[in-house]
């Protein structure tokens, strides 16, 4: 189970921090990832980070604005928003994956419910 907490409404060049806190299993071999879905647009990657590595990757639009990091005695994933645009604006949800690091949502097992980040011009 995946449960994401953070969201909020900010100002652009603001900042928020997401949590995904994950249960029920050890995260070892996983791929944690961050999606966004925009009113009226499609799902897309944010970033991900390899559990046992820490290795992240990022999609082009956030790259040197967000950060994912882990705490593995939490058995959470964030995702630091800084510098945030309006065109951030969106649903995020973490997913997981077992062992591939994907920027296709459809390859995700677990989702989290979302939680509503709104970035005010």
């Known amino acids: 189970q995946l449960v994401e907490s953070g969201g909020g409404l900010v100002q652009a060049g603001g900042s928020l921090r997401l949590s995904c806190a994950a249960s029920?299993?050890?995260?070892?071999?996983?791929?944690m990832s961050w999606f966004r879905q925009a009113p009226g647009k499609e799902r897309e990657f944010v970033g991900g980070i390899m559990w046992s590595s820490g290795s992240t990757r990022y999609a082009d639009p956030v790259k040197g604005r967000f950060t994912i990091s882990r705490d593995n005695a939490k058995n959470t994933v964030y995702l630091q928003m800084n510098s945030l645009k309006p065109e951030d604006t969106a649903v995020y949800y973490c997913a997981a994956n077992y062992g591939l690091m994907t920027s296709s949502w459809s390859e995700y097992d677990y989702w989290g419910q979302g939680t509503q980040v709104t970035v005010s011009s």
């Open positions: 029920g299993r050890t995260l070892t071999y996983y791929i």
